[in-house]
T-cell receptor
Framework: AQTVTQSQPEMSVQEAETVTLSCTYD???????LFWYKQPPSRQMILVIRQEAYKQQNATENRFSVNFQKAAKSFSLKISDSQLGDAAMYFC??????????????FGAGTRLTVKP | NAGVTQTPKFQVLKTGQSMTLQCAQD?????MYWYRQDPGMGLRLIYY???????DKGEVPNGYNVSRLNKREFSLRLESAAPSQTSVYFCASRPGQGSRQPQHFGDGTRLSIL
C-alpha cells in the first residue's frame, strides 16, 4: 500500500517570509496525483494545490508552489510571503490514477504551521 | 453552493449507543467517502461508495456500517459506539473513480464517546 510521510509535525514562519513543508511518499505506480490540503481551526479541508505525476512542471497557485521530485518521491510545498491566514494544519495526500476499484486517497500525518506576526 | 453537507457538526454519545452520521452532496458526484481523523494522524478511509448502489470497506471499517441511500446521500452508522471511535469524521465526494478531479470535503463531525 502507498504511504505518505510528513516528517515535520510542526513548523513556524515569520509573516512575509517563505516556508517549505516536506512530504515523501512510497509507491510502485507511475501515474498518480499528489495534493496539499490546508485545514484551519474551522476543520475544513481546503485544497491548496495538486500535481499530476505525468507532468514534469511544478504546480503553482499564487503564493503556493510545489517542488515535485518524482524519482526521489518527494513533494514539498513552498509558501511565499506567508500571511497570518496561512496558519493551519497542512496535509499531503496521494491518490493513484489507475482505475482501481479502491483508489482512495492516502494522507500524511500533517504539519502544523504557525505564522508569527 | 453547498457542496458536501454533513450533519450533525457535533455529537456526544455514551458507550453502546447507536448513531448515524449523515452526508449529502449536490454536485452530482458518483463517488462518496467516509474518513476519520485522529490526533497526530491524517485522514483514514472507513468506507467508500464508488457509485450508487455499491459500498466497499476502506482501511478502518470495523465498528461501522454505511448506506448509499441514493446518488446524493451516504450515511455512516455506529451500531454500538466505543470510546475508540471518538474522532472527527469527514465525508467527501468526487465525480467518479476514473475522474482526475480532487475530492470535495464536508466540514466534519466531531464525535465524542464517553
Amino acid at each position: 500500500a502507498q504511504t505518505v510521510t510528513q516528517s515535520q509535525p510542526e513548523m513556524s514562519v515569520q509573516e512575509a517570509e517563505t516556508v517549505t513543508l516536506s512530504c515523501t511518499y512510497d509507491t510502485s505506480e507511475s501515474d498518480y496525483y499528489l495534493f496539499w490540503y490546508k485545514q484551519p481551526p474551522s476543520r475544513q479541508m481546503i485544497l491548496v494545490i495538486r500535481q499530476e505525476a505525468y507532468k514534469q512542471q511544478n504546480a503553482t497557485e499564487n503564493r503556493f508552489s510545489v517542488n515535485f521530485q518524482k524519482a526521489a518521491k518527494s513533494f514539498s510545498l513552498k509558501i511565499s510571503d506567508s500571511q497570518l491566514g496561512d496558519a493551519a494544519m497542512y496535509f499531503c495526500a496521494y491518490r493513484s490514477a489507475i482505475l482501481y476499484y479502491n483508489n482512495d486517497m492516502r494522507f500524511g500525518a500533517g504539519t502544523r504551521l504557525t505564522v508569527k506576526p | 453552493n453547498a457542496g458536501v453537507t454533513q450533519t450533525p457538526k457535533f455529537q456526544v454519545l455514551k458507550t453502546g449507543q447507536s448513531m448515524t452520521l449523515q452526508c449529502a452532496q449536490d454536485m452530482n458526484h458518483n463517488s462518496m467517502y467516509w474518513y476519520r481523523q485522529d490526533p497526530g494522524m491524517g485522514l483514514r478511509l472507513i468506507y467508500y461508495s464508488a457509485s450508487e448502489g455499491t459500498t466497499d470497506k476502506g482501511e478502518v471499517p470495523n465498528g461501522y456500517n454505511v448506506s448509499r441511500l441514493n446518488k446524493r446521500e451516504f450515511s455512516l452508522r455506529l451500531e454500538s459506539a466505543a470510546p475508540s471511535q471518538t474522532s472527527v469524521y469527514f465525508c467527501a465526494s468526487r465525480p467518479g473513480q476514473g475522474s482526475r478531479q480532487p475530492q470535495h470535503f464536508g466540514d466534519g463531525t466531531r464525535l465524542s464517546i464517553l
